[in-house]
């Protein structure tokens, strides 16, 4: 770590670890009093020892959810109907099974990558720009009884090669 060498010094009377940046400030911070374990990270030019929840960029005291998978899928919608057809009768669905992760009351976030090669958080919804009419939609849902994940894509027309999704299951951890 260029911005800490030679800047950690242990305080053994006070059972912690300070890293000081190349301005000599306190940017992180390891406690470990017998009870209580923390590390936090300040963000640049805040003193650690006296930074609020807000001028942190890390805080173990937190509750933080950690991924415990992540992976990517595509959809391709054939075309179903008559060419030029204007509702969203183009459907592909891809379902998951989060059971699989072993993760009780799993919190999942899924990103679409679009054709600009932007990465979105679902919904998502796709507009003409010419007509203004929605070409297709995007949504992500949980069934709480069998533990799936269902992913959605419905157009007005086929989506070839198919949109690329990417999904995270995340588990809640203990603060």
């Known amino acids: 770590m260029d911005a800490l060498s030679g800047k950690l010094t242990f305080e053994k009377s006070k059972n912690r670890i300070i890293g000081r940046d190349a301005d000599n400030v306190a940017r992180l911070l390891i406690l470990a009093n017998g009870t209580d374990f923390v590390m936090k990270v300040s963000k640049d030019g805040i003193d650690v020892l006296t930074a609020t929840d807000n001028q942190l960029i890390f805080n173990s005291g937190n509750n933080l959810p950690k991924i415990v998978h992540t992976d990517t899928f595509t959809l391709v919608t054939a075309d179903f109907a008559a060419s030029g057809n204007s509702y969203l009768t183009q459907l592909a669905t891809e379902i998951i099974d989060l059971d699989q992760f072993d993760v009780i009351n799993p919190i999942v976030w899924v990103f679409i990558e679009n054709a600009l ?55 809640e951890t203990s603060a």
């Open 117 to 171: 090669g932007e990465v979105i958080p679902l919904p998502y919804y796709s507009f003409n720009f010419n007509t203004g009419a929605l070409s297709y939609q995007a949504i992500a849902s949980v069934n709480t009884v069998s533990n799936d994940l269902y992913v959605e894509i419905r157009s007005t027309a086929a989506l070839s090669p198919g949109v690329t999704f990417r999904y995270y299951v995340l588990q």
